[in-house]
């Protein structure tokens, strides 16, 4: 009988799976940066607890081509400044990619809240555009021209917090406790560019980041940078406190047993 493609996998090829995958190449990104001041009410009203807001409300928007082997991938992040504890690191409200590959892992794994979209980073000259589109709307834009090389920095150390979890079949709460996660990542530049431009956020239903207005841009970038992840679980979350912020993960309402917010169309 010719092999049964559903079928269980021998331990000698799962082992297999797990030498290739520990053995990546380091993987090369060209992205753009960009850290705000914002409204510190907002920053507050989106970190679920036990998450709490740090001294400085900034958020942080990362869009980059990756140079994925095989094929480019395009990958974004918005984030907010957030503190678990004694550790300060980012909550990423949501972060767009352009292939499924790059959602299941994340996702599944490590909780992130990977969304499939539009990914764009383009360089004329001096001249940079990067956006993040979902739903055909480019709900982060930044625009600006590279004004000089900057040092390169000490290769840095983030952290990253996840909430991992499903909802229940039955829409009333929770399969399992969810959890909350450190993602660690440690990153290496190769190279860094100032840029003078600005941040542009558009209105958007299903991400909506207009409500982190940019009150005072600290910073824009352009460099090339590579990074390795790990992650860990570091404690189980109030089920109940959770579930108020369980459609920040999902664009449509019935996938979390909700409803729309009033007055919505």
């Known amino acids: 009988m010719a092999r049964v493609r559903y079928g ?13 995958s520990a053995r990546l190449p380091a993987i090369w990104s060209t992205g753009v940066v960009a850290v705000w001041e914002t409204d510190p009410d907002a920053v507050a009203a989106v970190l679920p607890p036990p998450l709490k807001p740090t001294a400085d409300p900034l958020v942080r928007v990362n869009i980059s081509k990756v140079d994925l082997p095989g094929y480019p991938l395009g990958a974004g992040s918005v984030a907010v400044a957030a503190a678990h504890g004694e ?12 292939h499924e590959r790059a959602l299941i892992g994340g996702r599944e794994v490590f909780g992130e809240p990977k969304k499939l979209g539009r990914v764009t980073v383009e360089r004329d000259g001096p001249v940079v555009r990067a956006s993040l589109e979902r739903h055909g709307i480019a709900f982060v834009e930044v625009r ?6 900057l040092p390169l920095p000490e290769p840095s150390r983030t952290t990253d ?3 991992k979890f499903l909802p229940s079949v039955d829409g009333s709460g929770f399969d399992g406790d969810p959890v909350l996660v450190h993602c660690v990542r440690h990153e290496k530049m190769r190279r860094l560019e100032r840029l003078t431009g600005d941040v542009l956020l558009r209105e958007s239903g299903y991400d909506p980041v207009a409500d982190l207005p940019v009150l005072r841009l600290l910073g824009l970038t352009l460099g090339e940078k590579t990074s390795d992840q790990s992650g860990r679980v570091v404690e189980r979350v109030d089920a109940q406190a959770l579930l108020p912020y369980l459609h920040q993960r999902y664009d449509d309402p019935l996938h979390t047993h909700d409803g729309p917010p009033e007055g919505s169309a």
Do not use: K, N, Q
């Open 144 to 149: 600006g021209a590279v004004s000089g090389e």
């Open 87 to 98: 550790v300060d690191g980012w909550y990423p409200l949501v972060m767009p990619m352009t």
């Open 8 to 20: 269980a996998r021998t331990e000698r090829e799962i082992a297999a799976t797990r030498t290739a």
């Open 161 to 163: 917090f996840y909430f």
